[in-house]
């Protein structure tokens, strides 16, 4: 495979990364940079590793990993975009202003395996056209890091453009994504 197509590879692999960094921007309201950098760098690396884990895992996995990816991405898009839904309803009524914070811990580690699991599969076919994988793995991740970053900078302008209830917004932004990814692969 030549650099131009691993490039849209990577493009098409990051916009998912790239709109769940826009939903934590929508969620949140506002961001920091170091929750910019942390959404990006997460985004980033697991969209490195992926496929050196997919590549790793070579064709003999191809088709178990494969069968279900897609269900653990919607799982945990769903979990995390109906957690956002939940806890956005629940500060409307109670009119608070703070937003589960997705750039840190457990929330934004599940959010970068979900968005990364089509890398996997990525990987593996890296393995199966018996393509070396550091160069395009770390292409992928360093456009998935800066179409998060972009994401993550631009979703706090669209939330105030877009005003109150951006966290369910972004929730159901992430379920979306979810769904489309499992209706892709059904």
Known sequence: ?????????????????????????????????????????????????MPILGWAAGRSMAAVIQAFDHWVAFALLAFVGGRMVIEGAARREAKSSRAKDATRGVELILLSVATSLDALAAGLSFAALGMRVLGPALLIGGVAMALSYAGARSGPNLGRALGRGTEIFGGIVLIGIGVKILLEHL
Do not use: C, N, T, Y
């Not at 769940?20 to 969209?47: D, T």
């Open 1 to 49: 495979m030549r650099w131009p197509w691993i490039l849209l590879l990577a493009l098409a692999l990051a916009v998912d990364a790239f709109v769940v960094a826009l939903g934590i921007g929508l969620a949140r309201g506002r961001l920091s940079p170091r929750q910019e950098f942390r959404i990006a760098f997460h985004f980033g690396l697991f969209q490195f590793m």
